[in-house]
């Protein structure tokens, strides 16, 4: 089975959505996934102020109580002249993919997740996104400096690629993210948009199959 995921690491459904793709990844470890990132807030340029800080809290808020995963609130609220903007994280997803094809790109985008939800980081800085990016690499057996994944992150190619990214997530018709899709031949199915737990993707899918 091939899956197809249109996210966006700096989305907080994705953030919880992540966890439940992880899960059925482990139940089903023939199946493959690509993911096509999605650019939530790609090239934003406005200051998170308190009314998004708190438009952003209630959302989190939901995402915890569905998924059990941390939020660190406290992260969110002390940020000072900070935008949204979703671009770089998105290509610094890109690039590992640049880098090691072959790595198990969930992991490194729930790195990125883990990053901005849980550490508080800032994860429009491209000297942050590298570090996070090659440890996580590191960690998954394909060692990667911090250098060489900036540089990568930098490159016109890897711009390019991410926004190549951007208009197949459009080209899908995905208005939400996540949008999950399973791959039959060159015909893209949704399974379905938004947060859903492991147990209920599965009937899901296993329904589709059948069909």
Known sequence: MELVLAADPMCSWCYGFGKEMELLLQRHPETSLKIVLGGLRAGATDILDDGGKLFRLHHWAKVEEASGLPFNREGVLARTNFVYDTEPVCRAVVAARVLQPE?????????????FY?????????AVLADVGS???????????????????????????TAADFAASRAMGVLSFPALFIKEGDTLRMVGQGYAPVDELEAHLSAMVAA
């Open 103 to 115: 790595a198990e790109i969930l992991k490194v985008f729930r790195a990125f997740q883990h990053a």
């Open 135 to 161: 440890r996580a690499l590191t960690q998954l057996g394909h060692p990667v400096s911090a250098e060489e994944f900036l540089s990568t992150w930098n490159k016109r190619g890897t711009i390019e690629e």
């Open 118 to 126: 849980v550490d508080a980081l800032d994860t429009t800085d491209g």
